[in-house]
């Protein structure tokens, strides 16, 4: 734990006073026991004045609009913009972490942008974006932000969308997925020893989290796996992983995988070749999963969405773009009328695959 200063902080919630005179941030599982003056783990949480502060409020790493598929999101708006932003900080320590930069800056000066949350509400309004993504670093730890930024939203009718590793405690899971129409949690491996290892994170946490959101919300639901050469894409890994997704998820949620390029520290791991993602993909149809993308990779037929009933392409995808579109203004497929799991508009948005940063007014 760091001693350091937390200028222009917000109070934080989740945390308690322990006996021996701590306070204990039950935010995320970490559960950081911390005397006055120390920062967290995330190192943007820590204590001040005895309370938990949050140091990332109203700030953040800047503004850009996407593909809603970039999240990724396949079932969720498909071809529609969203607003993505994110602060700075990380409660895990990925070594893969292919957005490094951001959550591990622990300086102010990767924050550039001061918005409030109307004003982020506002600029997505504006702009055409159908929703608000808090990504690129874990929005768990500014939950105080993030929920504030969603109701914004909500007013004004836009959605909200969470790009999260899912390691948050289990007291801040339903005021945070409570705020968020729609979650891509990141299912990073299916071994305890792979989150230790590599994230110094536990496997069962995230599962609590996924069984959380998929049973007792109403927030959409997709999961990716970075398959990383040699430490989690084992046929026999995917294979497990997959059927859990199946036996305590369902066949409808989505899966992603997606290919891993040298970053951060594992330089000297060589990059995911795409016939691991084609093999994973084959393995999750066998395991019984009805839509499983590849991800990182040109691969226009594992990035199409298909009718589960009638095996139909009802979403037609290259890279970003939508290609094609085979459902009805239902959400049903044009060709059988089975129901496409996830929510539709009446048809495909038009953003394409454009990537446009923003500056929103404070
Ligand atoms: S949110 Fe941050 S301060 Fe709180 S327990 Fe997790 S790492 Fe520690």
């Not at 622990?106 to 506002?122: F, G, K, N, V, Y």
């Not at 959101?213 to 040699?230: A, F, M, R, S």
Request: aromatic share 10%; glycine share 10%; charged share 25%.
């Amino acid at each position: 734990m760091e001693n350091i200063d937390m200028g222009g902080s917000v109070p934080g919630r989740y945390w308690y006073r322990l006996g021996d005179g701590r306070v204990q941030c039950d935010l995320c599982p970490r559960e950081c026991k911390l005397h006055e003056g120390q920062r967290g783990f995330c190192f943007v949480r820590g204590r001040e004045n005895d309370q938990i502060v949050l140091a990332t409020y109203g700030r953040s790493s800047g503004f850009c609009l996407d593909p809603i598929e970039k999240k990724p999101l396949n079932h969720f708006l498909p071809g529609s913009a969203v607003l993505s932003f994110g602060t700075a900080g990380c409660n895990l320590t990925c070594k893969f972490c292919q957005n490094w930069d951001i959550s591990k800056a622990r300086a102010h000066d990767r924050l550039q942008q001061e918005a409030s949350p109307e004003a982020i509400a506002r600029a997505a309004l504006e702009s055409g974006a159908q929703s608000v993504a808090f990504t690129y670093n874990d929005p768990v730890i500014f939950l105080e932000y993030a929920v504030d930024v969603a109701a914004a939203c909500r007013e004004v009718g836009v959605k909200t969308v969470a790009v999260t590793a899912g390691y948050i405690g289990e007291g801040a899971r339903p005021e945070f997925f409570g705020a968020m129409d729609a979650a891509n949690i990141d299912l990073k491996g299916f071994t305890d020893d792979f989150y230790r290892k590599l994230c110094t994170a536990s496997l069962d946490d995230v599962l609590e989290t996924l069984l959380y959101v998929k049973h007792e919300t109403d927030t959409w639901l997709e999961i990716t796996t970075l398959l990383i050469p040699g430490e989690n894409d084992s046929s026999q890994e995917v294979g497990a992983l997959s059927e859990w997704v199946v036996e305590r998820l369902g066949p409808d949620v989505p899966l992603h995988f997606t290919a891993f390029h040298p970053d951060w520290r594992m330089r000297d791991v060589p990059p995911t070749p795409a016939s691991t993602l084609k093999r994973a993909r084959d393995i999750a149809q066998a395991a019984g999963l009805r839509y499983i993308y590849t991800g990182n990779i040109r691969d226009e037929a594992g990035q199409s969405t298909y009718c589960h009933a009638c095996g139909e392409r009802v979403i037609g995808r290259d890279g970003y773009t939508i290609t094609s579109w085979g459902l009805d203004a239902e959400g049903r497929c044009a060709s059988c009328g089975e129901t496409c799991a996830g929510t539709f508009a009446a048809g495909p948005g038009t953003w394409g695959a454009r990537r446009a940063p923003l500056i929103v007014a404070a």
